[in-house]
């Protein structure tokens, strides 16, 4: 079973940055697709970005490309979003996933993530 772990999250100022980390522990996350979703108050849970198992594909929502960076390091079983030029409208709650199925396909869908983790608060002041 893996257990993921997201940290970097805190308050920013709007045009600020943050990079969050999602550490695997468990078991390898190398051979699974993996992603970023976020929930702000009141709404759903929304996807970020996606990130095929060996880092060669992503996937980005419309609301973030070009500010908004998700790379990992297999080697370190880390996951990573660099978030720039960040809005108010970012302020959320983040959450790290990984794909239920092996050499999956990146979705945006949360039914296609098997393991997440608890989340960390992003908070962008205007």
């Known amino acids: 079973q893996v257990q993921l772990v997201e940290s970097g999250g805190g308050l920013v100022q709007a045009g600020g940055s943050l990079r969050l980390s999602c550490v695997a522990s468990?078991?390898?996350?190398?051979?699974?697709?993996m992603g970023w979703f976020r929930q702000a108050p009141g709404k759903e849970r929304e996807f970020v970005v996606g990130?095929?198992?060996?880092?060669?594909?992503?996937n980005y929502a419309d609301s973030v490309k070009g500010r908004f960076t998700i790379s990992r390091d297999n080697a370190k079983n880390t996951m990573y979003l660099q978030m720039n030029s960040l809005k108010p409208e970012d302020t959320a709650v983040y959450y790290c996933?990984?794909?239920?199925?092996?050499?999956?396909?990146?979705?945006?869908?949360?039914?296609?993530?098997?393991?997440w983790g608890q989340g960390t608060q992003v908070t962008v002041s205007s």
């Open positions: 990130i095929t198992w060996a880092g060669a594909g992503t």
């Open positions: 468990g078991r390898t996350c190398s051979s699974y697709s």
């Open positions: 996933a990984a794909a239920s199925r092996p050499f999956s396909v990146i979705s945006d869908d949360t039914g296609a993530f098997g393991t």
